[in-house]
């Protein structure tokens, strides 16, 4: 009976001998039981892609600090945006060109060619002598980060229909807590020879090279994950789309192919052109503008002086916070998330995160005026909440994208996404730390003094994007 229902499955769907995406099509239909196996690979490829992103944060304010090139400590965050917004500029310039790589050649090769390049770079950055070092070895670790657009598209590829919104959530998941775990590993492991002096001594390449530590532990990550990478399958298709029929007449034989001509017409048309996709990338651009904000302006407030609002953290008190922060991310997009999802449908759970995300922020400038116990678990609970409700709006965007085009165009489309996002990714962190040198600058000021202007610019953020999910500009389709 189990070979007769294996046979009836495979039957119902034409398969190319030889084809990559055709075998993977073949174990989608015949597996049964949840993609452990699956799962695990798309959360340890995005969580190295998404590590080496913020994990500079919490120990960036004291790299600029060593390189001598701010005059003042108010003009540490104007230059810490620069270094921040390098990886994303490289980002922003290539990530369309490795999506249509990704839909030539296959995914696989663009996933090997990331997490090599982040080996590299990201140590070279650990190792930055000057100011322009850092903002060099930051770029090409954004231009050669073709990573999570390639892994949106295999997600969608590699799950069955039923586990689509499993798949994004790995996504979205993996990258919210790798934005979060690297700067906890940057906020342990910096400095290693002050804080760990019986581990490691002022004259070992970890003295000499402060901030080496946790580049090389993202980079040695990353080789491991490039040689388990070596065996996850190949999802796209090589072959032309089938026009066979089971009627041979003439007559069914030439509509078929009229049928056939017409989807690889339209599938080949200008992404541009494509609303449902165009409008939720526009949207998933404002929230990611607003997360990688948040990244930076969380740090840079969190180690200024008191003097200034900020909290006086070390980078360990600030690693903790996010360590933290992780933990509750996990345990809500595993086990919460796909059950939103379902209930209330991606664009509502958007909606209604990005709307709970406000009173949060606007808190921020008041729990710096506590102290001790009530300081840290309302810190905690606020920095949790905020990173729960921000990736799981940006999930809920990832699923709308990928429904949006078919699998020959899903490398470009989200090679388009990437590209958008970065750009705005980009503008996040440099202005971001404009903003917070200048607020440093107007404690005193009448209305929204100090820290209170970023929270408050950081909310404005928020609501353009919560209002953008309204139609008619946020439209939906059901392919899939």
Not at 174 to 201: C, E, H, M, R, T
Not at 251 to 260: C, G, P, W
Request: charged residues 15%; hydrophobic residues 45%.
């Amino acid at each position: 009976m189990a070979e007769e229902y294996k046979e009836a499955l495979l039957n119902k769907h034409k398969y190319h001998e030889g084809c990559p995406g055709c075998k993977v099509e073949q174990m989608k239909q015949l597996r049964r039981g949840y993609p452990y196996l699956e799962l695990s690979f798309v959360w340890i490829i995005v969580l190295s892609t998404s590590l080496p992103i913020s994990s500079l944060y919490p120990f960036l304010y004291y790299m600029i600090e060593d390189f001598g090139v701010a005059k003042t400590e108010k003009d540490i965050g104007f230059y810490a945006g620069f270094i921040g917004c390098s990886f994303m500029l490289g980002r922003a310039l290539t990530s369309v060109f490795w999506g249509i790589v990704a839909d030539r050649y296959g995914r696989k090769p663009i996933i090997l060619l990331g997490t090599i390049s982040i080996a590299i770079f990201n140590a070279l950055f650990g190792l930055s002598l000057n100011f322009w070092m850092a903002i060099g070895t930051r770029f090409l670790l954004g231009s050669f980060n073709c990573l999570l657009g390639t892994m949106k598209a295999y997600a969608s590829e590699i799950f069955r229909d039923e586990y689509q919104a499993t798949a994004m959530s790995a996504v979205s998941t993996a990258w919210g807590i790798g934005l979060i775990i690297g700067p906890a590993l940057g906020g342990f492991l910096a400095q290693p020879a002050d804080k760990y002096p019986n581990v490691f001594s002022k004259d070992s390449i970890f003295g000499r090279f402060r901030y080496a530590l946790p580049c090389f532990t993202i980079s040695a990550f990353a080789l491991v994950v490039t040689v388990l990478c070596c065996f996850i399958p190949e999802t796209l298709h090589n072959h032309k789309q089938d026009i066979t029929s089971d009627d041979d007449s003439y007559e069914v034989l030439e509509a078929a192919s009229r049928e056939s001509g017409k989807k690889e017409k339209a599938s080949q048309g200008s992404l541009l052109k494509n609303w449902p996709l165009m409008s939720s990338i526009i949207v998933y651009c404002v929230l990611c503008l607003h997360d990688t904000a948040y990244s930076e302006i969380f740090a840079l407030w969190a180690n200024s002086p008191r003097k200034y609002g900020g909290l006086s953290y070390s980078t360990n008190d600030v690693g903790t916070v996010l360590a933290i922060s992780g933990l509750g991310l996990f345990s809500f997009q595993v086990f919460v998330y796909p059950f939103a999802e379902r209930l209330l449908g991606p664009v509502l759970v958007t909606r209604f995160a990005g709307a709970l995300m406000i009173p949060i922020q606007m808190s921020y400038p008041f729990i710096a005026n506590l102290s001790g116990l009530s300081l840290s678990l309302l810190l905690n609970c606020a920095s949790i909440l905020i990173n729960v409700l921000s990736v799981s709006a940006i999930t809920g965007l990832l699923i709308l994208q990928n429904k949006a085009v078919d699998q020959s165009q899903r490398g470009a489309a989200n090679g388009i996404a990437m590209t958008a996002m970065s750009l705005f990714k980009t503008v996040g962190p440099a202005g971001a730390g404009i903003l917070f040198s200048w607020s440093e600058r107007r404690l005193n000021a009448a209305f929204l003094p100090g820290s209170h202007l970023v929270f408050f610019v950081l909310n404005l953020i928020v609501v353009v994007g919560v209002a953008l999910t309204f139609k008619p500009f946020l439209t939906t389709t059901a392919r899939r």
